[in-house]
């Protein structure tokens, strides 16, 4: 087991977590090293928190669990962190703020809000997989915000690790010397205590000026139903105390100091935060657009004259359309998606209507897993039951008569005789495989329109593979054919690159000749006729039968690529008749066939829901 809080790698003079709370802003400055943790997913990090918790004594060995910084259900079923969290704890007479982040690509604006607060950065590579595509993003990321880089190889108790090799990849692609790079097993705690102190040697201690005016970051909110906006600030001048009037600069409004103080991990009050110090601020704040990520505080008596830089607002990649399965939800769904804007900075929404599913909000989000977990997290924390359309990205839609029109929304895009050409988003895609497994990749890549940029051996068994890839072919089971294909040892990473021009148009479902927006979608030329037929097929089997045959048909423009009937239910006009003559059935047969047709003309197909929720579903 990792060493407990009476453990001989506790420096003397260290009390528990939460006697310093109390001091939280008096700690000399030279004493205080911020840090976040950043790697590629699974490869250690939440663990790593653990054993930091349990070495510094911040947690009651009675209360320790598995993920303690990972607060969310979510997060512990799935085994991902989804939101960075920060934690202040007590090493060796010195006060470390630990900020432990999430590794997924679509979770990477998490990672950069979280390294603005910190002046170092713990970077952590599984010593049986080496670097993987997050492992260099982040560690780009971490370069950027010019932290100093602390690498560490972990898991090395495991049979298949490999440190040398993988300290010497980690020299050879990011520069690190490996004679400095840390070996350890956040699972059984070996190397952990050697990790603080490097951390304490290395990271530099925080600047900032304790007598200039105040000016604190908020890196990430909350809400709190009773106590409004929850705010994780780093000070960077000044000093924030209690009872005092705040002026949130870029929101203009002035509010009152309710509470101040440090998370040990619970929650601490404070009587003043000062430079360097990362803690919480709660300020009575309702509305939840005036405590947004990225926002600068200060004084209202004393104001800084110039806000911090904030962050550049991420943009969405992947759209899809939201809805309440019950229309009078809607006031919830848009309380909801402005309480969770708040947490989550990096989707957007905007109110849209759709002929077929109502009113509802068009969201924008940073890939598939965080579209995934967004319209989860709405499910389970605010009560909602919610369908969601097929995803779709962001086109540009030249018209002959010189205009651009900017579609999110597939139903949105002008007719085919107005436009000259379209444009779509293409990725440059990073993919780490073991060499054995190139061609598979590559197969999978040209199957998807991509285009090779360049390919690297990193060592003889390992290449790194660039491609040009269109998003929308990344955005519905990219990810999870590639894993597949190469038993699971892929890793990915992807950044916006540019727009180019492709053959794209639009797929319309008729069900009944009337067409359903919310089946729309816009594919390329040369998948358009196999879409259209798995569509149709599928929505056969999914509306129930009706008293008249229902044509399902798949249109680009007027032209009907593919077709498929619902057959009608017959009522048994002929039960009464038990014999007779054969005149008397063929007359109540005509009438039926009469009603029939009239019924058709006039009829309604009412499409249940669970046919949209199985027909939107992705990946089948």
Same mark, same amino acid.
């Given at each position: 087991? +990792?060493?407990? +809080?009476?453990?001989?790698?506790?420096? &003397?003079?260290?009390?528990?977590?939460?006697?310093?709370?109390?001091?939280?802003?008096?700690?000399?400055?030279?004493?205080?090293?911020? /840090?976040?943790?950043?790697?590629?997913?699974?490869?250690?990090?939440?663990?790593?928190?653990?054993?930091?918790?349990?070495?510094?004594?911040?947690?009651?060995?009675?209360?320790?669990? %598995? *993920? !303690?910084?990972?607060?969310?259900?979510?997060?512990?079923?799935?085994?991902?962190?989804?939101? &960075?969290?920060?934690?202040?704890?007590?090493?060796? $007479?010195?006060?470390?703020?630990?900020?432990?982040?999430?590794?997924?690509?679509? /979770?990477?604006?998490?990672?950069?809000?979280?390294?603005?607060?910190?002046?170092?950065?713990?970077?952590?590579?599984?010593?049986?997989?080496?670097?993987?595509?997050?492992?260099?993003?982040?560690?780009? *990321?971490?370069? #950027?915000?010019?932290?100093?880089?602390? &690498?560490?190889?972990?898991?090395?108790?495991?049979?298949?690790?490999?440190?040398?090799?993988?300290?010497?990849?980690?020299? *050879?692609?990011?520069?690190?010397?490996?004679?400095?790079?840390?070996?350890?097993?956040?699972?059984?705690? #070996? $190397?952990?205590?050697?990790?603080?102190? &490097?951390?304490?040697?290395?990271?530099?201690?925080?600047?900032?000026?304790?007598?200039?005016?105040?000016?604190?970051?908020?890196?990430?909110?909350?809400?709190?139903?009773?106590?409004?906006?929850?705010?994780?600030?780093?000070?960077?001048?000044?000093?924030?105390?209690?009872?005092?009037?705040?002026? /949130?600069?870029?929101?203009?409004?002035?509010? %009152?100091?309710?509470?101040?103080?440090?998370?040990?991990?619970?929650?601490?009050?404070?009587?003043?935060? $000062?430079?360097?110090?990362?803690?919480?601020?709660?300020?009575?704040?309702?509305?939840?657009?005036?405590?947004?990520?990225? #926002?600068?505080?200060?004084?209202?008596?004393?104001?800084?004259?110039?806000?911090?830089?904030?962050?550049?607002?991420?943009?969405?990649?992947?759209?899809?359309?939201?809805?309440?399965?019950?229309?009078? %939800?809607?006031?919830?769904?848009?309380?909801?998606?402005?309480?969770?804007?708040?947490?989550?900075?990096?989707?957007?929404?905007?109110?849209?209507?759709?002929?077929?599913?109502?009113?509802? /909000?068009?969201?924008?989000?940073?890939?598939?897993?965080?579209?995934?977990?967004?319209?989860?997290?709405?499910?389970?924390?605010?009560?909602?039951?919610?369908?969601?359309?097929?995803?779709?990205?962001?086109?540009?839609?030249?018209?002959?008569?010189?205009?651009?029109?900017?579609?999110?929304?597939?139903?949105?895009?002008?007719?085919?005789?107005?436009?000259?050409?379209?444009?779509?988003?293409?990725?440059?895609?990073?993919?780490?495989?073991?060499?054995?497994?190139?061609?598979?990749?590559?197969?999978?890549?040209?199957?998807?329109?991509?285009?090779?940029?360049?390919? #690297?051996?990193?060592?003889?068994?390992?290449?790194?593979?660039?491609?040009?890839?269109?998003?929308?072919?990344?955005?519905?089971?990219?990810?999870?054919?590639?894993?597949?294909?190469?038993?699971?040892?892929?890793?990915?990473? !992807?950044?916006?690159?540019?727009?180019?021009?492709?053959?794209?148009?639009?797929?319309?479902?008729?069900?009944?000749?009337?067409?359903?927006?919310?089946?729309?979608?816009?594919?390329?030329?040369?998948?358009?006729?196999?879409?259209?037929?798995?569509?149709?097929?599928?929505?056969?089997?999914?509306?129930?039968?009706?008293?008249?045959?229902?044509?399902? *048909?798949?249109?680009?423009?007027?032209?009907?690529?593919?077709?498929?009937?619902?057959?009608?239910?017959?009522?048994?006009?002929?039960?009464?008749?038990?014999? $007779?003559?054969?005149?008397?059935?063929?007359?109540?047969?005509?009438?039926?066939?009469?009603?029939?047709?009239?019924?058709?003309?006039?009829?309604?197909?009412?499409?249940?829901?669970?046919?949209?929720?199985?027909?939107?579903?992705?990946?089948?």
């Amino acid at each position: 087991m +990792p060493a407990q +809080p009476d453990s001989p790698h506790r420096g &003397a003079g260290d009390a528990p977590s939460g006697v310093a709370s109390s001091s939280a802003g008096t700690v000399a400055r030279d004493r205080i090293r911020n /840090f976040s943790i950043i790697s590629h997913v699974d490869h250690g990090k939440s663990t790593l928190s653990d054993r930091i918790l349990e070495l510094t004594g911040a947690v009651d060995p009675r209360l320790m669990r %598995e *993920q !303690y910084l990972d607060s969310m259900d979510i997060e512990r079923e799935r085994g991902i962190t989804i939101k &960075a969290q920060n934690v202040r704890v007590l090493f060796r $007479g010195h006060v470390l703020h630990l900020i432990d982040t999430p590794g997924h690509v679509d /979770f990477g604006y998490e990672v950069s809000r979280s390294l603005a607060a910190c002046e170092g950065a713990v970077l952590l590579v599984d010593a049986s997989q080496g670097i993987q595509a997050q492992t260099l993003a982040n560690c780009y *990321q971490a370069i #950027e915000h010019d932290l100093e880089i602390v &690498a560490v190889l972990n898991k090395i108790d495991l049979p298949a690790a490999d440190p040398e090799r993988c300290a010497k990849e980690i020299e *050879q692609v990011l520069g690190l010397p490996a004679d400095e790079i840390l070996r350890i097993s956040a699972k059984t705690g #070996e $190397g952990v205590a050697e990790l603080l102190d &490097a951390v304490v040697e290395r990271v530099p201690p925080p600047g900032g000026d304790r007598d200039a005016p105040l000016r604190a970051l908020i890196f990430d909110s909350a809400y709190d139903q009773y106590r409004g906006v929850i705010s994780s600030v780093r000070v960077m001048d000044g000093v924030l105390e209690a009872d005092t009037r705040l002026r /949130f600069m870029q929101a203009g409004s002035v509010h %009152e100091v309710e509470e101040i103080g440090v998370r040990t991990p619970e929650p601490r009050r404070a009587d003043r935060l $000062g430079p360097g110090d990362v803690g919480y601020l709660i300020a009575g704040i309702k509305d939840v657009g005036e405590a947004r990520s990225g #926002e600068t505080v200060t004084t209202a008596l004393r104001p800084a004259a110039e806000p911090l830089a904030g962050y550049r607002d991420p943009k969405p990649m992947v759209f899809c359309g939201l809805y309440p399965i019950d229309g009078d %939800e809607l006031p919830e769904l848009r309380d909801s998606l402005d309480k969770l804007k708040l947490n989550d900075a990096s989707f957007t929404y905007e109110p849209e209507s759709s002929h077929a599913l109502g009113t509802g /909000f068009r969201c924008g989000f940073l890939g598939l897993l965080h579209m995934e977990i967004v319209r989860e997290r709405l499910e389970r924390e605010f009560d909602l039951s919610l369908i969601a359309t097929a995803p779709s990205v962001e086109y540009r839609a030249y018209l002959t008569d010189g205009a651009v029109v900017v579609v999110d929304n597939p139903t949105d895009l002008p007719e085919q005789s107005r436009i000259d050409h379209i444009d779509e988003p293409v990725l440059t895609a990073t993919i780490l495989t073991p060499s054995e497994y190139t061609g598979t990749v590559m197969d999978l890549c040209q199957g998807r329109r991509a285009e090779m940029q360049r390919m #690297e051996y990193l060592s003889p068994e390992r290449v790194e593979l660039v491609y040009s890839i269109p998003l929308a072919e990344v955005v519905v089971d990219f990810f999870d054919q590639l894993k597949s294909r190469t038993k699971g040892y892929a890793s990915l990473d !992807y950044e916006p690159a540019t727009y180019a021009t492709a053959a794209l148009v639009r797929v319309d479902l008729m069900i009944n000749h009337t067409p359903v927006d919310a089946f729309s979608t816009i594919v390329h030329r040369s998948q358009a006729d196999a879409y259209g037929r798995r569509m149709t097929e599928k929505l056969r089997e999914l509306i129930p039968r009706q008293l008249f045959e229902v044509p399902i *048909q798949a249109a680009i423009g007027g032209r009907v690529v593919a077709r498929e009937t619902v057959r009608a239910r017959r009522k048994d006009v002929l039960a009464k008749c038990y014999g $007779g003559d054969i005149t008397r059935k063929r007359k109540l047969l005509e009438r039926q066939k009469e009603g029939k047709k009239r019924m058709k003309n006039i009829g309604r197909v009412e499409i249940p829901q669970e046919a949209f929720i199985s027909a939107l579903r992705l990946g089948d």
